[in-house]
Each structure stands twice: as C-alpha cells, then as structure tokens.
C-alpha cells in the first residue's frame, strides 16, 4: 500500500532593478528582479519547501541556508533537483505540484508552460503533473504596489 503526503510552500521576495526576474527557472528580462542571496526565484522556492514539507523534511533554509557561501547566486532550479532527490533517499517522489505566482508584472500565462517544464524536468515527473498560475493582488499591499513577487505551491508525493 502506498502512502501519499501534501505539503505547502511559501515565498517572497522584493524587487530589484539590478537583478534579472527568475521565475520557474525562466528568465524574463524587462521587469525588475528579485533580491535575494540565490537566483531568488520565488516559484522554484516555493516548490522546494512544498516538496521538503511533504517528505517532513523541514524547509528550504534548513537546506539551503543563505548562510552557505556555496548557495550565493545558485540556481534555483539546481537546488529543487537535490530536494527531490533529499525526499527521494527518505522514500518519496513527487506525483504532482500545483503552483500560484502572485504579482502585478509580469504576466505569468504566457510563460506558463515554459516554467512548468522547467520545475517538471528538476522534479523528474512529465510537465502535465505541473500547474503554473499566475494571479494579482488587486493592487493592494506590497505585492500590489510591485514591490515584491510571491509564490505558493502545493506537492503531493508518493511512497
């Protein structure tokens, strides 16, 4: 019999005119980036700690900690393809992961695809199993005003 667990990311990251926007692995020049000690890509972060959680692994800091030289502008990505593999040596693999991106700018839709086959290929599952939605915060807050970019992402994975 298997046994299935879900889990919960979160993250957010304020913006930056000096740094490139990643998202998802994407690159999407002409809008601020984001600050952060790795790539800060919001979308890929979000996923990790939805993929940690899920295997009860703990969260991206405890992995990745922003205190580690060797994580200072790391692919984000790269760092999504050990977390699945930390949850696969603990048993587990990813059936499917579904993932909002909350901001004003950029559109996410038309970059939908594109990143749900990049966090697809780093989960190592087909890129149907991967949902990337974008949604704004109505112009309220923070995220309204563009002065950051969040994201949330729900994991489901098998034993």
């Not at 299935?4 to 809008?31: F, M």
């Not at 790795?38 to 009860?56: E, F, K």
């Not at 190592?124 to 994201?151: H, Q, W, Y």
């Amino acid at each position: 019999m298997s046994e299935q667990r879900i889990g919960i990311g979160y993250d957010t990251h304020r913006t930056s005119a000096v740094r490139t926007l990643v998202l998802g692995g994407v690159e999407l020049p002409g809008v601020p980036g984001l600050q952060g000690f790795s790539d800060s890509d919001v979308l890929a972060h979000a996923v990790i700690d939805a993929v940690l959680g899920a295997a009860a692994l703990g969260d991206i800091g405890r992995h990745f900690p922003d205190t580690d030289p060797r994580y200072e502008g790391a692919d984000s990505i790269e760092l999504l393809r050990e977390a699945v593999a930390r949850a696969a040596a603990a048993g587990w693999r990813v059936v499917n992961v579904d993932a909002t991106v909350v901001c004003e700018e950029p559109k996410i839709a038309p970059h939908a695809a594109e990143m749900a086959a990049r966090l697809a290929g780093a989960l190592d599952v087909e890129p149907e199993r991967v949902s990337v939605k974008g949604t704004t915060n109505e112009g309220l807050g923070f995220l309204g005003r563009g002065e950051g970019i969040a994201a949330l992402a729900v994991a489901m994975l098998q034993r």
